[in-house]
């Protein structure tokens, strides 16, 4: 089990770089195409390269954010409430976060699929999206199961090394 965990663990922190690193891509694409406006030489399509980007620099943060503790959380509701209260919501919460995440990983797979098969791409560079859609869904299915890592720690009283 601590394998799986690891395994997660990394994934979650090599997804987090290559978060990291479509970032600063999309950051220095969007300088040097306002410089380069300037002398009326914009870089064709960079609205399409950057919308692509977003969706790769959210997906690919989701599992390291959880795995921080750094998603917004209500705490207000579970304060002062006794330790078995609080575990009960806890595991609801994120039971209902991997069915969300697993839902919504199988229908970016499934439309992944589609995109693939009817040959959609951007109007501009023909980019196709099918691997922005696969790239997601990998994510939405890391998500569920980093949750699932997260229920297993707190029911199972397990520390985990950070």
Known sequence: MKTLWRTLDRAAVWMSAVAGIVLVSMMLLTTIDVLLRIFGRP????YELIALGGAIVVGFAIPQTT????NVAVEFFVEGRSRQIQDIL????????????????WFLYEKANDLYKDGFVTSTLKAPFYPVAYGLSFCCF???????GQIVGR??????DE
């Open 43 to 46: 870089i064709t399509g960079t």
């Open 155 to 160: 029911l199972g009283g397990e520390v985990r």
């Open 67 to 70: 795995r921080d503790d750094a």
């Open 142 to 148: 890391v998500e569920s199961l980093t949750l699932l």
């Open 90 to 105: 806890f595991v609801f919460s994120k039971s209902l976060g991997i069915i969300l995440f697993a839902l919504l990983g």
